[in-house]
């Protein structure tokens, strides 16, 4: 869209957290993305459209003009590295935070100051070698995708590095969380050219979204 925003968001808890932001601002989706199989959405705004993509993909439609605006987890834009957004929003959905966890029987005995190398199941390699490197720790990363849980559980890892919310997860899995790293909630993001070309329309729409923020 040569004169509109075009919004980049992604399926799931922060789609879902997100639209009662858009629709306090007067921007209602013209279809349910959750129902829906379209990946371009239009708004009941004909100036505003949306891109329903990958969580891991948000950053990079934004940062190459795909996307005028985006919304990321804090998680997903420090695990990329070389991107070029402005973040002028936290949102406050998607609120977690990542942890260290590890099976409760090697907690009960474990002293994480005492760590001098770990073998950690992670699918964000890049910010936990530098949480590790900063503490003087070496680390042995082991990449995966999903299911974070099962690694400990068969000799993969001895620990995982993941998003926590509930807890739930690793509790039904015999794992506990030893160490926090970092809060995460969800950001608004912005293309550097959108932000000089459509300067006023993405300001009216961050004003209207930080006035449907939760302190």
């Known amino acids: 869209m040569s004169t509109g925003i075009t919004i ?10 997100a639209i009662p932001l858009f629709a306090g601002a007067g921007i209602h989706l013209a279809e349910d993305p959750e129902e829906s199989r379209k990946l371009i959405i239009p708004s009941t705004d004909p100036t505003v459209r949306f891109l329903v ?15 005028d605006v985006g919304i990321a987890g804090k998680d997903v ?7 070029d957004l402005y973040e002028p929003l936290d949102l406050r959905i998607g609120i977690c935070h990542m942890a260290v966890a590890e099976p409760a029987a090697m907690a009960a005995d474990d002293a994480p100051q005492s760590w001098e190398r ?39 890892a001895d620990r995982i590095v993941d998003l926590v919310s509930s807890g739930r997860t690793l ?11 970092m809060p995460i909630s969800s950001r608004l993001v912005v293309n550097r050219a959108a932000m000089k070309l459509k300067r006023r329309a993405i300001e009216t729409l961050i004003r209207q979204l930080e006035a449907q923020v939760t302190p």
């Open 8 to 17: 980049a968001l992604s399926k799931g808890r922060i789609l879902q957290e």
């Open 53 to 67: 993509i990958r969580a891991s993909d948000v950053p990079t439609y934004v940062t190459w003009g795909a996307a």
């Open 77 to 83: 834009l420090l695990e990329q590295e070389g991107l």
């Open 118 to 156: 770990v073998r950690i199941a992670t699918k964000y390699p890049h910010i936990t070698r530098h949480y590790f490197h900063s503490r003087g720790v070496q680390t042995e990363i082991i990449k995966l995708y999903g299911s974070m849980e099962l690694a400990p559980l068969v000799g993969l």
């Open 171 to 181: 509790k039904e899995n015999g794992l506990v969380e030893v160490e926090e790293i």
